[in-house]
């Protein structure tokens, strides 16, 4: 036979030990613990595949002790193998490795290139290369240097004979050792198609700690990012409880920057986005408090909607949730939506109704305002709660039971302090007759002389806010079905279009907020009762009541 057709010795025994092992398998074992013998054959059949794994840990050791102490050089000449796998052993005090040390890595990885150029490099070698690369810290430039290493060798990688199945697939992928080795995954992995980025994980052992996915993550989110109105979001919104996962830790904080300051440019950034808010209170905390320095991660303009969003729940939330017997005030919250763009801050001083309750919708504002309440002492009523709202150089302070004038304090001359956490404040301590600027009642056409004061200390509705008009008793503030100045009155609920959209263009229309979130998610209307005209219109459009927050319907 000649000797180009005559199989290799190796190819020959790998031929063998598959017919033998074939055969052992289709019989019962004549001896032994069938069950054990079964548990050894993936072992058996990975060691014939090429897969080893890495030698044992003592050589290992004396290999890293060689390369620190004699030389790279000197150390692959007689432990070449040792010395591929052994880049991560830690030695000494405090324990370094090869990887650590940046300048002898380097002169490793020229030392084996230049072996490579001599002769081809076993696969089983050079696989713990292979093996350090994707367990080494991405961000350390030792983790670049051996990329080119890997790069360079590669091609040098003795493939006669039998091929692993791991360096096939290697040599099929590339991109992996190259500047964006997760790239070329990312849309196929968004599209829910991951049998490659599976099979690379178990052929090539991809550890989960490895780099390897949070750059594959980074690669998704930049993909989502560069997409178009709701193909944005919905992207993003698949993305985002991966974010939560602890082998995203290191890569978080990048990922939902991004994801922020896209948001911020789209068509959607005036409207909350519930998820993505509650992501970034969560790992980020309020964005209204200097201390939490991550929104510096973000442009100024994306910190400022997401505090925007936080201070229209927070005006929410108070002006329904904690009025006096939860009775929303609808009024007070219409006249200070019209200010959300110029509210800087805002801080609740929690009665003790609300402050030490087990309620769930208490707790649920507890857990959301964390860093932005107090506890109000002396309040009066058990029930009694108050907003302070921050306005460039002033302070203005609301009360939910009735009864309570309005406070606006300069800032620079406050008789209370709220900015060092959850500590108390008394009642009397916001209603100081010493050092308020001015005290603005509830009373008669209140709204434009509220507008009026605030006006002279320079705060200014937000652009496209409906102006008020000289007679605040005009449909703008006037309650539904009460006379106007001529005698005339408005619509009742009662008498609103039939139709699920007519009826929320209809409630929209008396200022009443309504959060549209349909096709995806929830229409909110943002009306507390459930026993008046209104409500029982609502229920006979198939909505369900939420006392937290109103009703909804898909």
């Known amino acids: ?112 290139e230049a072996a490579a150029r001599r002769e081809p490099i076993l696969a089983r070698d050079w ?16 983790h670049r240097r051996l990329r080119e290493t890997l ?14 199945d791991w360096l096939t697939l290697l040599d099929a992928h590339p991109d992996l050792l190259g500047d964006a080795p997760t790239r070329a995954y990312a849309e196929e992995v968004l599209a829910g198609r991951t049998a490659v980025v599976d099979r690379l994980r178990v052929v090539l052992g991809i550890p989960p ?8 993550l980074l690669d998704q989110v930049a993909t989502v990012c560069a997409r178009d109105g709701a193909r944005f979001r919905i992207g993003m919104e698949a993305l985002l409880p991966q974010l939560a996962e602890k082998q995203y830790d290191l890569v978080r904080d ?23 808010k509650d992501a970034a209170l ?54 200070w939506l019209r200010y959300q763009q ?34 109000l002492e002396s309040a009066g009523s058990p029930r009694n709660n108050a907003f302070i709202l921050g306005f460039g150089g002033y302070s203005i302070v609301e009360f939910g039971v009735t009864g309570h004038a309005c406070y606006c304090y300069r800032r620079d001359n406050l008789p209370f302090q709220f900015d060092l956490g959850h500590q108390s404040i008394a009642l009397p301590e916001l209603k100081s007759p010493f050092k308020m600027e001015c005290r603005l009642v509830h009373m008669g056409e209140w709204e434009l002389n509220f507008a009026r004061e605030l006006a002279q200390r320079g705060i200014s509705p937000d652009p496209g806010a409906s102006p008020l008009v000289a007679d605040a008793r005009q449909s703008t503030w006037r309650p539904v079905g009460h006379p106007g100045p001529t005698g005339e009155t408005m619509p009742r609920f009662a008498e609103a279009p039939a139709g699920l959209d007519a009826l929320i263009q209809h409630v929209r229309q008396r200022g009443i907020p309504v959060d549209d979130g349909r096709p995806r998610s929830v ?32």
């Open 254 to 276: 990048r990922a939902l920057a991004r994801f922020l300051d896209r948001y911020q440019q789209s068509q959607e950034r005036a409207k909350a986005h519930t998820g993505l």
């Open 127 to 142: 696989r713990g290369l292979l093996d350090a690369y994707f367990r080494c810290d991405v961000n350390h430039g030792s």
């Open 1 to 112: 036979m000649p000797a180009r057709l005559r199989p290799s010795p190796l190819k020959s025994l790998q031929g063998h030990f598959a017919a033998r092992l074939a055969e052992f398998q289709r019989q019962p074992p004549p001896f032994g613990d069938a069950a054990a013998i079964r548990k050894v054959l993936p072992e058996m059949a990975k060691r014939a595949s090429g897969g080893q794994g890495a030698p044992p840990r003592d050589r290992l050791q004396e290999a890293a002790r060689l390369v620190f102490t004699q030389g790279p050089e000197a150390a692959l000449d007689t432990h070449f193998r040792y010395v591929c796998w052994g880049l991560r052993e830690p030695r000494g005090q405090p324990p370094r490795s090869i990887l650590d040390d940046l300048p002898l890595l380097t002169r490793t990885a020229a030392a084996i």
């Open 523 to 554: 229409l909110w209307v943002n009306h507390l009762p459930d026993g008046d005209e209104l409500a029982r219109l609502l229920k006979a459009h198939g909505f369900r009541h939420y006392a937290a927050r109103g009703w909804w319907r898909y």
């Open 209 to 216: 700690e490895s780099w390897f996915w949070r750059t594959l």
């Open 282 to 335: 969560r790992w980020w905390g309020s964005p209204h408090l200097l201390r939490n320095s991550r929104w510096g991660l973000v442009r100024p303009e994306t910190k400022k909607m997401v505090g925007s969003w936080l201070t229209v729940q927070a005006l929410h939330d108070f002006f329904h949730l904690l009025q006096e017997d939860r009775r929303a005030d609808e009024r007070r919250l219409r006249f």
């Open 151 to 164: 790069a360079v060798t590669l091609p040098r990688v003795r493939r006669g004979g039998f091929v692993p």
């Open 342 to 375: 110029s509210i800087e801050s805002f801080h609740f001083a929690l009665g003790p109704l609300v402050h030490d309750s087990h309620e769930p919708d208490y707790k649920r504002l507890r857990d959301a305002y964390r860093e932005h309440f107090s506890k």
